[in-house]
């Protein structure tokens, strides 16, 4: 294989030797050390295998012996490369993007941001920019353990982080503080903490992993009591009080509770109608900074929609190329005014109250009843009515601290 191989890379020949001394030019081709293979004789015509570089050195004893050499196929590179010259551009072209392809997967392209809430990924890019982490830098340059370091220390609220490398996007995954984005103060550093009621409710169901329940299934409580406290007496023999002994309460508290429902919606509004004369249509092609564009959204309308839709260039899932393209469009509009229909607001109503629903059960409370009911006037339509609910009140709140009295001995 490897012979065959190289044979192919110099290039050889397979040639027709005919005449009365055919005999003779082989034995002088071995004399002269001339390297010839895969000899075969048919009707006494000589058939072998030459290399490009022992051709020329054969004239002189073809010559001497009166034998006609005649050249039947060509084999090899070098005539591959010969046969397409005319191409050579193309294949220019070939070994230009197979090297811009080894570049580009070098790279990273793209940085994407996931479990971030409260903060934006164009403030974590803005950040990450002033570290020179950036789209289009090399991979032997990112240090993960080191990007996840400076995150942390930048953004307290970043209780965790992930950096990985996928292909040419940079992933990092972040887990925020959920206490500090519901504005609820961080209780890491208290000694005691109490769980209490978010809101009023009956208890239907109490698992405690830590922490003394003060509530028993079937009590009514209100918003703001203590449900689980923190706070464990230690008694002596005679069943008093010497100390406390504080501890973080962790508990599942569910509860049914009560929510009142309303929504309302006007019966006028305002329809968007568009004029087909005013409209303005550009497709662009960009490639990082550098971007060009063919027609333009300048428009002097007295009301605009813009509409871009861009697609990213991308092999697979993960190699994605700094090559951008797309389209964008302006359109004119002025507004009508209009009524809405009675069932049109029955429509509108009840599907607003399908997707408040919807966000409850994705909050993961249970509906156990609903009672809603839609009613009509001339300026307006409202949908008033409540909702039975099940679902954990618990909030974490630092557990008041006591001390013991204590009588001394007159």
Known sequence: MIHSIIQYLHGYLILCVEGDSAERFLNLCSYHKIYIWNVTIHDNVYEL?????????????????????KIKNRFGFPFFIYSHKVRVFFLVGIIFCICLLKECSARIWDV?????????AESLMDFLQTISIYPGMRKEKIDCFQVNKVLREQYPEIVWVSTSLDGSILQIKIKENEMRRNNV??????????LIATCDGVITQIITRKGIPLVHVGDQVKKGDIL?????????????????QYEHSDADVFADTIQVYTDKISRKYKQKQYNKKEERFTIFFRIKSWSIEIGSLRNSFSNVEKESVEYQIQFGENFKLPIYYGYAKAKGYHFIPQNYSKEELKTKLNLNFEQFLQKLEEKGIQITGKSVNIHLYDVFASADGTLYLNQTI??????????IERNEPE
Request: aromatic content about 4%; hydrophobic content about 30%.
């Open 394 to 403: 618990t909030q974490p709140v630092e557990t008041e601290m006591m001390e």
């Open 49 to 69: 295998q030459i290399r490009i570089k022992d051709f020329r050195k054969i004239r002189p004893i073809a010559r001497k012996t009166h034998t006609h050499v």
């Open 185 to 194: 103060p961080s209780l890491e550093d208290a000694e005691g903490i109490d």
């Open 112 to 120: 994407h941001f996931s479990g971030n809430q409260e903060l934006t």
């Open 228 to 244: 689980v406290s923190g706070r464990l007496e230690i008694k002596n023999d005679s069943q008093e009080i010497i100390r406390y």
